[in-house]
Each structure stands twice: as C-alpha cells, then as structure tokens.
C-alpha cells in the first residue's frame, strides 16, 4: 500500500495554489542495485486533479520527474470547503487518491 | 447523423473507441476532443531529442516567445532533484510541457491545462548533467518554447 500524498490548496482571491509531495520511487530503470542487476522502470505515469468532481488538470509524466515527485498548480474559480482531489496512476498500473479540503 | 458528430467522429479517427461512444451517444463530441486532446503523446516520451518532441506535438517547430518564463536554480547541487516551474502569459494555454534537453529522453512532463487552471505549473525534475530546460507551451493550436540554462553539479540519473 503506498504512502500518502500531502496536498495543501490555499485560496485566495478564487484561486486556489495546490503543493502536492507524492510518495513514489519513480525508477528510471537505468540503475542498477549492489549486485549489479537493473531495477525495472516504475514511474507515475499520470497525475489527475479534481475540484469536486470536475477535472481541472491532467498531467502526463516520465521517469524524469524526481523521486517522491513535487508538484505545484493554481486552480481558478474555487472556494473554500471545496475538495481538491489528486490521483496519480503508474506505469504497473498501481493508482492512488488523496484529498483535502481547500482552505 | 450531427455536423458536430461528423467532425468529431474525423478528429478521434472515426473508429476509435472515443468515436464509437460519440456516435453512441455516450459522451458529447467536445469531450471526445477534450479527451483526445488531454490523452498521453507516447511519441513525445520516446523522443530522443528537442526536435523529435516537438515534431511528436504536430509541429515543424516551435517559435520562441519572451511570454514564456522559466524559474529554476542557476546551478543545481543534485541533480536528482532540481525543481523547475514555467509559467506564460500567453492566452489560451492548453498544454506546458517540460523537457531537460540531455537528458536521454528529454521530455519530463507534459501539463494539459483546462481553463480552470493558470498556466503555471511547477516540480522538480531529473537531470543528468548541465542542459537547457525547456518548456514547450501549446496556445491556440501553436507550439512556442523558451529555454534556461541549469547548471548541475552532480548529475541526477543514478548509476
């Protein structure tokens, strides 16, 4: 079971600005461990982001985004309470969601 | 059968599973081409190069813009983490993409941005060694980029 993701969405002005830290290996599949042997590509393929049920950003990802990936957005047209929910999916087909209430 | 479902029925290559649930009457024909526009350019992550990204994203080239700001460190101490963000003003934004030119697949990631979100993104990327970071925006249908250079120390793809 994966960790967690952190999300914090701050609103102002109807803008919400999301920091999402997302808990993944995010292997390139160019490394190699002690003994010598490859460890396989595993990487978040994609990241979603909903307001409520509402899709406000996709995003399509390599293995060249960073270990434990960051990720920084504004959505516009949100209010406080609202749910901010990010999904990512990766490349053995593994997902996860997290959410938070925008503050 | 709708001029509208007609042309969404071309855009999505007729057959395919997004205009079979067109003609259905499953989802409209905006969200087919929403859909098809937002779906994964697998030919951009293969990509080798600069311009075989771009030419992966439909263009010829694309036309550098002063509208396009990309934040990142001058020098990066590790380059297993460097983050890097693009924001534009240009109008209409539908995708941000960011790529580190030597790497061995340059593109990193590719933002499809709805008109719910500003076009700004940020993250931290890899980076093997000292590049140009590019960020390619897609804006009414055209393809623009601008570059910065990070300096890396100590280069970020394992091994």
Known sequence: ?103 | MSMNRRKALQATGGVGVLGMFVAAGVITPQEARAQAAAARNAAAFDAKDLNGVVRAFGADSAAPSAAISITGPDIAENGAVVPVGATTTLPNVQMIALLVEKNPAPLAAAFMTTPDMEPFVATRVKMGQTSDVYALVRADGRLHMAKREIKVTLGGCGG
């Open chain 1, 1 to 103: 079971m994966s960790s967690p993701m952190r999300i914090r969405a701050a609103e102002t002005g109807g803008v919400a600005d999301v920091r999402v830290l997302m808990a993944h290996p995010m292997e390139t599949g160019m490394r190699r461990d002690a003994a010598g042997a490859v460890i396989p590509r595993h990487y978040i393929t994609e990241v979603t982001a909903r307001v409520g049920d509402r899709v406000v950003m996709t995003a399509h990802w390599s293995p060249g985004v960073s270990t434990n990936p960051f990720l920084q957005f504004r959505v516009r047209g949100v209010s406080k309470g609202q749910q901010l929910s990010v999904t990512w999916r990766d490349s053995r087909g593994d997902t996860r969601t997290d959410q938070t209430a925008i503050t």
